[in-house]
């Protein structure tokens, strides 16, 4: 394998068995070798001559680990490399009720349930507060696509349909999306909190609050620093932190109505997620359909292009979900072969760091005139720009 091609992580982890679960006396079919990687899980319907399947993944967690471990062993790497100008995604997938949003976002008290989303937030503003000599501009977007349909969840009006556009050098894109420069980690939360009250959820059979939609937070983290060269560079990284909608059976959520259109959406963009990885991992391929559906063509660069990439799947332990969880592993266990060439984003185009910082050269150029060529001057008329840059001295 070339230098910069590196292969999709792939970790699954397991929820305990609900209270429902243990009331309805389900059996546990799921066997988890944490030192092996492995994960075994056996058909409750079958027969003692039907040997259990086994799968292999970079890691496996149990019902047992903690928040802190998953953020650790999974999304810190990727975080670190976003801060250096690679794009990142770390993306939840799994059946309705295995615990995705519980590992992407957690609850925020205690401290120790909070999920990867948040922890990146911190990560991110501790990071850039002990670089020296850069500046930063941290900025987030937040979407959900719901019915096949784009929505900016931190708009004034998150119903409104938004579209995909694609650009040779930037790739696809979502036109119009708003994107918000980030001055620290509460600040982020509070977005992400805007966009949860704007994002749809409804409740099915398997889940209460499940979540019906996909949901991609972005933070893009421009860096500028001066080269050896003496000129000012700008490096660019992406984090996209996915939650899926949770793949699901009619028969078993009894949708009706709005959840029926929902979940056959939700089936459909999953099912052209599946047949991408698998397109992706096939030799003889000559085609990979990410056109098929609009969460393919956003996930594009995430699964096969210039992105490191990890997928959580997430499974429940239950007999009675033997099918779903095996269907999970089958498909995490493709994803594992998926090859990325990620590379670091050197002065982008469309950095916008590098706009704030002309606009600053010529506020203080403005002020040193009126001052009469002062020397030091500190630009008050400027403030605007400048409270949207982290700036480390």
Not at 109 to 129: N, S
């Amino acid at each position: 394998m070339s230098k910069n091609v590196e292969c999709v992580k792939v970790v699954v982890r397991c929820r305990p068995l609900s209270p429902t679960e243990i009331q309805d006396g389900r059996q546990m079919i799921v066997t988890i070798s944490a030192s092996r990687g492995e994960i075994t899980i056996r058909n409750p319907k079958a027969d003692e001559s039907e040997a259990p399947k086994s799968f292999t993944f970079d890691s496996v967690y149990d019902w047992n680990t903690k928040q802190e471990t998953i953020y650790k062993e999974t999304a810190f790497p990727i975080v670190e490399s976003v801060l250096e100008g690679y794009n990142g995604t770390i993306f939840a997938y799994g059946q309705t009720g295995t615990g995705k949003t519980h590992t992407m976002e957690g609850q925020p008290d205690p401290p120790e349930l909070r999920g990867i989303i948040p922890r990146a937030f911190e990560h991110v503003f501790q990071a850039v507060g002990l670089q020296q000599g850069k500046q930063f501009l941290v900025r987030a977007s937040f979407l959900e696509l719901y019915n096949e349909e784009i929505r900016d969840l931190l708009s004034h009006n998150p119903k409104n349909k938004l579209e995909l556009r694609e650009k040779p050098d930037v790739g696809v894109y979502v036109k119009d999306l708003s994107s918000f420069p980030i001055q620290d980690a509460e600040e982020m939360i509070s977005k992400l909190q805007l966009g949860r009250k704007n994002r749809a959820v409804g409740e099915t059979k398997m889940n209460r609050d499940s979540s019906r939609s996909h949901s991609i937070f972005t933070i893009t983290i421009e860096a500028s620093e001066i080269g050896p060269d003496g000129e000012n560079h700008i490096r660019m990284g992406k984090l996209n932190l996915v939650d899926l909608a949770g793949s699901e059976r009619q028969s078993k959520t009894q949708a009706t109505g709005d959840r029926f259109k929902e979940a056959i959406n939700i089936n459909q963009s999953l099912t052209t997620l599946g047949n991408v990885i698998s397109a992706l991992v096939d030799p003889k391929a000559t085609h990979i359909p990410y056109r098929d559906s609009k969460l393919t063509r956003l996930l594009q660069d995430s699964l096969g292009g210039n992105t490191k990439t990890v997928m959580v799947a997430n499974i429940g332990p239950a007999d009675w979900n033997y099918d779903e969880t095996l269907s999970t592993l089958r498909y995490a266990n493709r994803a594992k072969n998926i090859k990325n060439k990620p590379k670091i984003n050197e002065d982008p185009k469309d950095a916008m760091l590098r706009e704030f910082q002309e606009e600053i050269a010529k506020l203080k150029a403005q002020l040193a005139q009126i001052q009469g060529g002062a020397g030091n001057v500190t630009v008050e008329g400027g403030k605007m720009v400048i409270e949207k840059i982290v700036k480390v001295e």
